[in-house]
């Protein structure tokens, strides 16, 4: 039916396409955007496309490739997605198009923060949002913009800046919504998440009650998942605070709704957060029996997915090496006709020495075709064993979350029988002791297997650009401002006062950046400062991050940018590390075509030197 709808659409568009009204137009695009149905939007997208096949109406081909990045996205193609949205972004600026930049720009931040997993790339685009609502005086885009940043921060850890950018969305937004103009929720659920997150609970709890009042009354279609929402975070907070009569209260009303709404994962999270609050109140048992039962939902949702990609692995693998084993085959076969064609030919060309020669090269030309084909064929193959390690990474990290949960089991039975701790023998208490031990032993190398992966799969296509080495370098000390404000160090950049260009990667070499700010930010004391220096030779350009610092130990410098290493200085104020900040560092240095090297003093600080030929 689809289908005949289709054709009909495209039989129309080829009689009437120089007619159709932009109005008309609109209405073909919003249809297409508010489908749930993923084939259809591509159908609508081929449409609107069909009708100006040559890209005459800008506005027509922006809204054909937005319906295409939506159409990939859901389908889980973000290569393509990205690719679509950022040619209907550069088309709506060449034609000065600024709503339409908005609604693109949201787009490709949703793709950057849910699906790729890149915080900083999303954050840099809702800036770019901020910016243009701003200009058009649009306040509801504007609030938009401040929500989707104050979310943002809070994930990146910068939970004082979302609440600066959470704050100037709501003094926008409450005029707006005193009119009914504007619907708040997602400002206020953020504001609450960022006070949950400075463990100020009583803050965090004013927000969510101001939702679950409004919700408790709202007859939009989700005010069902939004009130499980509420109860939820009312629960977590109150269990934090230590009221747990409320946290069990708003617990249990989370658990009903989802039940009503029959959804496994949500009726998951709401045992999660029982368990939780039993464990705080001392009710081992009745933890152990919420967990169960979390452990139970949560599992059976994982290992869907986890069963399915070990068989669709299996498959693969086997396939892979049934075509490997013939490919090796058909080579060694082929070799040995082209020796015995070469001897045959040496034996009977004593006297055909011209007709000899022909047949040579005739021979000679085939096996060089058909390696030339077989060499194609490794090299598909090679690109598809490293998609199979791809998922052989994906996998990894199911298993590991699996692993959590068990022992987050034994952890608890452990607590259950130290309450006994008078009624046991010394051996017993021993093995108690020794079970802890592992426990945490186990969660501890989960958690360094998923740290050693994340690092490991963290893969970027290089893409070169011209950067304004101040203005860059700039951007990325304002980004670091909170974190050193909150030790009271200060930060200093130190460029000359002509532009430097510089051609590279802005990803690559701020992540850089960032990792060696980060570490001198995170070994130097309260009160002190740290440097950012740019230089300009003659066929190379130099930066430099200067600290006052703890220093490193000279035994451990020719180890410092090893895989794995850890040095004996340790984080001024407690904060956390992986020991993989500085070999990820290296690798991007010499993927940028760089060198980096460090100078330290014990006591005195660090300087890491970075040299990239331009």
């Known amino acids: 039916m689809k289908s005949l709808f289709f054709l009909i659409l495209l039989l129309i568009g080829k009689t009437l396409s120089a007619q159709i009204d932009s109005a008309a137009l609109q209405r073909i695009y919003y249809r297409a955007a508010h489908l749930t149905d993923v084939d259809s939007v591509k159908y609508y997208a081929d449409y609107i496309a069909h009708l100006y096949p040559n890209g005459d109406n800008a506005g027509a081909n922006i809204m054909s490739l937005r319906l295409y990045g939506w159409y990939y996205e859901n389908k889980g193609d973000f290569t393509k997605a990205l690719n679509n949205y950022y040619q209907a972004l550069d088309s709506a600026r060449r034609h000065g198009f600024l709503e339409r930049q908005t609604d693109l720009l949201a787009d490709l931040a949703a793709v950057y923060t849910s699906d790729m997993k890149q915080p900083q790339k999303a954050k840099s685009i809702y800036l770019e949002c901020v910016r243009i609502s701003q200009k058009l005086g649009d306040p509801h885009s504007l609030i938009q913009a401040y929500c989707n940043l104050g979310a943002i921060y809070n994930r990146l850890g910068l939970h004082d800046s979302a609440l600066t950018l959470l704050k100037k969305g709501l003094r926008i937004g409450l005029p707006l919504e005193e009119k009914g103009e504007e619907n708040l929720f997602d400002i206020y659920n953020n504001l609450g998440n960022t006070y949950y997150y400075q463990k100020k609970y009583d803050e965090a709890i004013t927000w969510f009650r101001i939702n679950y009042a409004r919700d408790l009354i709202s007859q939009l279609p989700s005010h069902l998942a939004d009130l499980w929402v509420d109860a939820l975070n009312l629960a977590d907070s109150y269990s934090e605070k230590g009221a747990y009569d409320s946290a069990a209260k708003y617990g249990a009303l989370s658990l009903q709704l989802a039940t009503l709404q029959a959804s496994r994962s949500k009726q998951s999270d709401s045992y999660q957060i029982l368990s939780t609050l039993a464990r705080h109140r001392g009710d081992y048992k009745k933890a152990f029996e919420y967990q169960a039962k979390w452990y139970s939902l949560d599992t059976a949702l994982v290992n869907s997915e986890t069963y399915k990609s070990i068989a669709e692995l299996e498959q693969k693998y086997e396939a892979r090496k049934r075509e490997n084993e013939k490919l090796l085959l058909q080579s060694e076969i082929a070799q040995q006709k082209f020796h015995n064609r070469i001897v045959t030919t040496m034996a009977v060309s004593l006297l055909l020495i011209a007709i000899a020669a022909a047949i040579l090269f005739v021979i000679k030309r085939n096996a060089n075709r058909q390696l030339s084909a077989t060499n194609d064929l490794v090299m598909r193959q090679n690109e598809k064993l490293s998609e199979l390690n791809y998922e052989k990474n994906t996998l990894i990290s199911i298993v590991s979350h699996d692993l959590s949960t068990p022992f987050a089991s034994i952890s608890m039975w452990q607590q259950l029988l130290q309450n006994e701790h008078d009624n046991l023998t010394p051996g017993q208490k021993k093995a108690l002791d020794r079970i802890g031990q592992a426990t945490r032993y186990g969660e501890n190398l989960i ?41 009271d160090i200060q930060l200093h950049l130190d460029c000359p006062d002509r532009t430097v260009y510089f051609l590279s990667d802005r990803q690559l070499l701020g992540r850089m950046l960032e990792n060696l700010l980060s570490n001198a930010i995170k070994y130097t004391d309260t009160g002190k400062n740290v440097w950012i220096s740019v230089s300009e030779e003659k066929d190379a350009v130099s930066l430099r991050i200067r600290d006052e610092g703890v220093g490193i130990q000279p035994e451990e410098m020719p180890h410092l940018f090893s895989k794995y290493s850890k040095i004996s200085s340790r984080p001024t104020a407690g904060e956390a590390s992986t020991g993989l900040g500085l070999s990820i560092v290296k690798r991007i240095c010499e993927e940028l075509n760089g060198q980096i090297s460090c100078e330290s003093s014990l006591g005195k600080g660090s300087v890491f030197t970075v040299i990239l030929k331009k």
């Open 447 to 487: 958690r360094h297997i998923l740290d050693v992966e994340k690092a490991e799969t963290n893969q970027h296509k290089v893409e070169l650009e011209n950067l304004d080495l101040r203005i860059f370098t700039e951007s990325v000390l304002d980004d670091f401002s909170p974190v050193a404000a909150k030790k």
